[in-house]
């Protein structure tokens, strides 16, 4: 899987695993991210397994997956931690599980570094 951020509030998650919009990918990362770009910008069928809409946009974000690809981790640039749930089928929006400010045990909850 691939987790994609944006500034605008939306993550996109996309399944490598299905094959769609995947060209031929070489053995190492930056071959399958390559080619996988590659194959989705020529592409206009290509759509997310699961997308994630967070409260606010306008922030520069960082996504990752838990280790067994269950649950989306998303740090914010204003400071917020929120973890979604996978949903089990594609095409679905994540579920928040948990969201915190990881600022406020910096800052004395001043909202900044």
Known sequence: MLCVSSANGTVHI????????????SSSYVG???DMASSMIGSTNVRAFATIKLDRGGFK?????????SRVYVLTE???FSQFQ?????GQTCKLVVQ??????????????
């Open 14 to 25: 996309f399944n490598l695993e299905d094959g769609k919009g995947i060209g031929n990918a």
């Open 78 to 80: 204003d400071g917020k």
């Open 86 to 90: 996978l949903p089990s089928g594609g």
């Open 61 to 69: 974000s960082t996504c990752a997956f838990s280790k067994d690809s």
């Open 100 to 113: 915190d400010s990881v600022l406020n045990d910096f800052d004395g909850g001043q909202g900044k570094f």
């Open 32 to 34: 399958l991210i390559g």
